[in-house]
């Protein structure tokens, strides 16, 4: 089953890179990028949050996750990076940076995080533990398209000093979507030696195509975009660090079966924060129908456990 979701994504990494870059013509190197990744035994692009109505966003038909004989994280220790040169104008930046660090510092011991619980692997169950360890900013150049893999695990590699085996390490660039299909996803590696967890994610304002529509007014737009795909990054590393985990037989892992689908319209994280976070896939709900439908009218979506 491991081969089947690494053709899947890899399958999909392609497709979703051939559709350009970043708001230039980029459709001709990504492609060659992606092609040069499979030949290369890049770390794998899981977890892909397609935009809305692209086709490889669509909810799998097959209702029921399983294990891969692999691990999960049990307990998550989470860094995060903001590379690019915008990230240094405090117009840029606005709320986003404090947002995401509220974010994750919030996330920990919440019933959000409760949805992953259900699933467990080798080395235990997963929990609601999580430490967050504050973010830093690179202001280097980012890349201008859509980056290889190897290219975002270098960018932690180099920035994160010591990096701990239970770490995710989600990194925020100043480059927009474009015409790229996805908002972000999530892989693995190793720095130094040490096995690592990180994640990608585009510069997302004013991007309607991975906008949740958050009409809260508590936060800005692009802030609102970018909490709910690192809910959706967040969890599936939880659940499938490293690609033994908790999928389906079409290579989806919890969140992406619910994507673009919310149980309710703000969601109250531990520290009182509240945001507009899409639910995670739940077999237990699924087959108690005690869920919501996600976009094939399967109830097994929760967004609170």
């Known amino acids: 089953m491991r081969t089947v979701h690494r053709t899947f994504t890899l399958a999909a990494a392609l497709a979703a890179l051939s559709c350009g870059g970043t708001g230039q013509d ?82 920990g011991g919440s019933s959000y995080a409760g949805t992953n619980t259900e699933y467990d692997g080798t080395n235990g169950l997963v929990t609601t533990a999580v430490s ?10 980012a890349p201008r398209q859509a980056p290889k893999t190897s290219t975002i695990l270098n960018e932690v590699c180099a920035r994160i000093s010591n990096p701990v085996a239970n770490g995710f ?12 299909r ?7 590696g190793t720095c130094n030696g040490v096995p690592v967890q990180f994640g990608f994610f585009f510069h997302l304002d004013g991007d309607p195509g991975c906008d949740p529509q958050d009409t809260s007014g508590l936060h800005s737009q692009g802030l609102a975009a970018l909490a709910n795909v690192s809910g959706h990054e967040f969890s599936e590393t939880m659940t499938d660090p490293r690609n033994g985990g908790w999928y389906d037989s079409s290579g989806s892992e919890n969140a992406d079966k619910c994507a673009w689908t919310f149980g309710a319209p703000l969601l109250t994280f531990s520290d009182g924060t509240q945001w507009k976070v899409q639910g995670n896939w739940s077999n237990a709900a699924y ?16 967004g609170t456990k």
Request: with cysteine; charged share 10%; net charge negative.
């Open 26 to 107: 980029t459709s001709t190197s990504t492609t060659s990028e992606a092609l040069d990744a499979q030949s290369s035994h890049e770390p794998p692009m899981l977890g892909i949050h397609w935009a809305r109505g692209e086709a490889g966003g669509q909810a799998s038909t097959s209702p029921l996750m399983t294990w891969h004989g692999g691990a999960i994280l049990t307990t998550t220790a989470v860094q995060a990076i903001f590379w690019g040169t915008s990230w240094s104008s405090a117009s840029f930046v606005g709320d986003k940076i404090g947002g995401i660090d509220t974010f994750y510092g919030g996330i």
């Open 132 to 141: 967050y360890g504050g973010s830093q900013v690179d202001s280097s150049p």
């Open 182 to 188: 996805y908002c972000a996803w999530h892989s693995y």
């Open 169 to 180: 390490y989600p990194v925020y660039v100043d480059t927009p979507r474009g015409h790229t």
């Open 287 to 302: 087959s108690a129908g005690t869920g919501y439908p996600n976009g094939a009218g399967q109830d097994g979506c929760i």
